[in-house]
């Protein structure tokens, strides 16, 4: 595995993988990884067996660009060396770890990309701005390595819907991947912010996957009434938990409309923090 910090070598060695016929494959994360991250690698190393010829780039990039004022920029976990040792071990081909100075060499970007809609409700309306800062790093990232396909994972749900609609409406000739989530054993969605809960809240997290267990059953058992659903999930998570619910929803899964009578594939996706640490899960039901 090679690493760099800088576009220009980043790119000459993906020019060369091309030239080579390799397909690249792009797996953008915030770093600290776990086996979410790690899943994602793997999935991709195995077309590998298909005969098809894949190489893997990942970046490790903490955003400022869609961090809050009051959100954890500062204190978001990074331990690079132990990323890059997880990377190797995974089938990482290239791993790209900017300095923001590389990434946003003004500072700042003048220019960013917008989503309309999509970043409306669950997290884009407690996390203003985000989406936008999410949406200009993944086209930065997408024109700097340009490739075949990019692995998205199903946790952060309207990231994945808001990069969907970029690339459709944009025209951009890039595969997108959705992973599933990766989980604890207990349930617990997979997470670098999973590090910052006390032991008492690591305890208590697991019970935001049974919630959503809870109302998907209740679905399939027939309730088709967004708000029962909604409310009994909700009830779980108060009564179980310390947590503090900052939204559950219950949207469309393909473009995150509102729902009242629950038909078609839909998203149950929640928000809760657990002290100074917030938590994002959802469940995708098919009725
Ligand atoms: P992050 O480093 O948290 O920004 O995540 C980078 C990528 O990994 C995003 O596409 C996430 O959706 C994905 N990801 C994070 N956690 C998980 C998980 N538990 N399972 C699957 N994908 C994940």
């Not at 809240?201 to 058992?221: F, H, K, M, N, T």
């Amino acid at each position: 595995m090679k690493i760099t910090e800088y576009i220009t070598p980043l790119k000459e060695n993906i020019d060369k993988a091309r030239e080579e016929g390799k397909t690249v494959v792009l797996v953008p994360t915030m770093g600290f990884l776990h086996y979410g991250h790690l899943a994602m690698v793997e999935d991709a190393r195995k077309k590998d067996e298909n005969h098809e010829e894949i190489y893997i780039v990942m970046s490790i990039f903490v955003n400022p660009l869609q961090f809050g004022p009051n959100e954890d920029f500062n204190k978001y976990p990074r331990n690079l060396e132990r990323d890059s040792r997880l990377a190797q071990e995974a089938g990482v081909d290239m791993l790209f770890v900017p300095s923001i100075e590389e990434m946003y060499p003004n500072g700042k970007s003048l220019t960013t990309v917008n989503v309309f809609t999509v970043p409306d409700g669950l997290c884009g309306a407690f996390r203003p701005g985000h989406f936008q800062g999410v949406a200009t790093v993944v086209s930065k990232l997408f024109n700097i390595v340009w490739p075949d396909a990019a692995y998205f994972g199903q946790k952060d749900y309207q990231q994945f819907i808001v990069i969907k609609q970029m690339v459709t409406d944009l025209n951009l000739p890039i595969t997108l991947i959705p992973y599933p989530t990766v989980r604890e054993p207990d349930g617990l969605a997979m997470s670098s912010r999973n590090s910052y809960l006390s032991k008492e809240q690591r305890e208590q997290a697991p019970v935001l996957y049974r919630a959503l267990q809870e109302g998907a059953s209740l679905i399939d058992s027939g309730e088709k009434r967004m708000e029962v659903i909604r409310e009994k999930i909700i009830q779980r998570i108060s009564f179980q938990t310390d947590g503090k619910i900052e939204y559950v929803e219950i949207r469309r899964a393909d473009d995150l409309s509102p729902v009242e009578i629950i038909n078609g594939t839909i998203v149950i996706a929640l928000a809760v923090h657990f002290g100074g640490t917030r938590l994002i899960d959802n469940i995708i039901v098919g009725v």
